[in-house]
């Protein structure tokens, strides 16, 4: 874990406070939104929930809720098509990852966000996702996407007039330079930020005070002034003010852990100290963040040995070392063993002492190698670009003579072969010209020609259904049943609307697909003499949202069933239609209770050809599967008919 994975986590979360607002600091808020669920609008509703699992997320902290409601919002985006709420459910959830260390996770979630950033050409999303991924970048240890990333954030930030984003830049990038012992730098960069403090969100302006505070006790540490010590508690007690003031518990654990630091620096351990540290690990343990209940156990242990009880300290060590495990670092396991020996030496326990003084040098020495490995891996890279810059020069001094010679011999030539070259290059010319000409033409026509052969199929029902359906609304009328006629006709022509819609598109939506075919069997529903039933499976949430299969690609399955299958039976009609995703391919089955697909095949007029299911395997080409199979029972006997169609998805 990096050394300022928490600031950088804080400020991922402050990104998004122009959209969704602030939060409230009573529980009431939280109740009250609950409560609206049951009134809010079905088109409105996943903003509640969103605003729901941004409450667990940082004002009341509960991961568990804040995944519920989270996913919540994400099958409501969905289901709307809302755009903005999706980015919000990848940005949240890939920041929630990002503070579980699961940064392969956080970077998948990011990258979603940017893709639906860009879609929607929301240029401020697009600069928070510039800030993210430079920050995820970075603990892959990928510091020149790092810095590409952040720079390109900070010229948007910049662009946009957006002073939130553009003090984020500046705080990240001012700890970039507290690495690198850069201290000028980062003054520098921290004094441009807080210039802007009072133009700023109440959260951005929290940072900004958590940064300078922790510059000014670093200062302190170095060079021993009381002014910097000042400054320090100073900017670290704004901060606690503010962050009580809007009711953010995990600011305020920051914060505390700041201001135990800065009393730590300043020898300040008494019992407030340790007050102060039991406060921040009682909120880490509601939090559940094993970070900061390690500080918490950490703080703990540096006041029960400055205030004479080392033993408590010694306590700690099997909770501490847990821990360190799961939070991955010689800096936690370093840490750990420093105020263990400080506490065994108080105790006078020098052989314990002893023990713990060898493991902290031992994972002092792991942490300089590291650093030494990261120096060592930086000069061989320098110096692998310093070998191919001279190796380009080189080549490119090589290059020169080569092409100079090659000059000289042409110009000897260059009379005798002028007017052949030229000669030549025309012929050529009008050639190409010719043959492009043609090949445009001939490609246009076949375009055009597929075109056409296209919209002629697929606007193709088959003439029994049309003359019968024109006779059934004859029938009702002769009948005197009115009422069953209209309907009947104004179905009829939605489904002729319908056709002549989807015609026009080569791709459609799954369920404008499933719409149209269930018009399609209600209207063939009601012209049956005999029961006809059918099911529809399809599970929206199991696709995304921009899915596409070929228009009416599966009416003439459902109607092969009717007609080839059903038709010839006593028994009522079954027709079951499953379209689900397998393996990123969108598998759809239509299945029957009639006389079998070899059985109709049988009964058919030898000279007589399905247009429609001709009209599938045609359509899907290379870029799918279809089969057309019976079902029989035990008995060997058909049972009905089974079609199976695989195409992949087009995202539209």
Known sequence: MKKHFYTWFFILIFLCIGKVGIGQKNTDYLDSLKSSLHTTPDDNIGQTYFKIARQYLEYQPNPDSFQLYINLSAKQAKKHEELDLLFNYYYYKGVSAYRSSQLEIASKLLDSAKNVSQYTNDSLNIAKMFFAKGIICSEFGDEKGFH?????????????????????????????????????????????????????????????????????????????????????????????????????????????????????????????????????????????????????????????????????????????????????????????????????????????????????????????????????????????????????LLLSKKKQEIEFEAAQKEARFKQNMLWTLLIFITILGIIGWFYTRQKNKLTKIEFESFQNEQKLLRSQMNPHFLFNSLNSIKRFYIEGRIEEANDFMADFGNLLRQILEQSSKPFISIEEELEFLSLYLELEKRRFKKKLNYTIEFEKDDFDFDDQIPSLILQPLVENSIWHGIMKTDRDGEISIKVEKVNDEIKCTVSDNGIGYHSSQKTKNHSYTSKGLQLVKDRIGHNGYFKIQSIFDSNGLAQGTLATLIVKPNIG
């Open 148 to 392: 590409e990333n952040l720079i390109n954030a900070l010229e948007s930030a910049q662009s946009l007039k957006n002073l939130n984003l553009q003090t984020s830049c500046l705080i990240v990038l001012s700890q970039k330079a507290k690495e690198l012992r850069a201290f000028d730098q980062q003054n520098e960069l921290l004094n441009d930020a807080y210039q802007l403090y009072d133009q700023l969100h109440i959260r951005t302006q929290l940072k900004v005070l958590t940064e300078m505070g922790a510059y000014h006790a670093d200062e302190f540490k170095r060079k021993k002034k009381d002014e910097n010590l000042s400054m320090a508690l100073n900017f670290v007690n704004r901060g606690i003010k503010l962050a009580d003031s809007i009711g953010n518990k995990v600011l305020l654990m920051d914060l505390w852990m700041k201001s135990l630091q800065i009393k730590d620096a300043s020898k300040q351990i008494d019992q407030d100290y340790l007050n102060l540290a039991q406060q921040l690990l009682d909120s880490a343990e509601k939090l559940r963040d094993p970070f900061f209940i390690f500080k918490g156990h950490i703080f703990k242990g540096i006041a029960y040995t400055a205030l004479n009880q080392p033993e408590k300290t010694i306590q700690l060590e099997d909770k501490l070392l847990d821990l360190a495990k799961i939070l991955k670092g010689p800096a936690f396991y370093r840490e750990t063993y420093d105020i263990l020996k400080n506490a065994a030496s108080a105790s006078n326990r020098n052989i314990l002492a002893l023990d713990y003084y060898d493991k902290f040098i031992f994972f002092s020495d792991s942490l300089k190698s590291l650093e030494k490995a990261q120096v060592f891996t930086d000069a061989i890279q320098k110096y692998e670009r310093e070998k191919k810059e001279k190796q380009i």
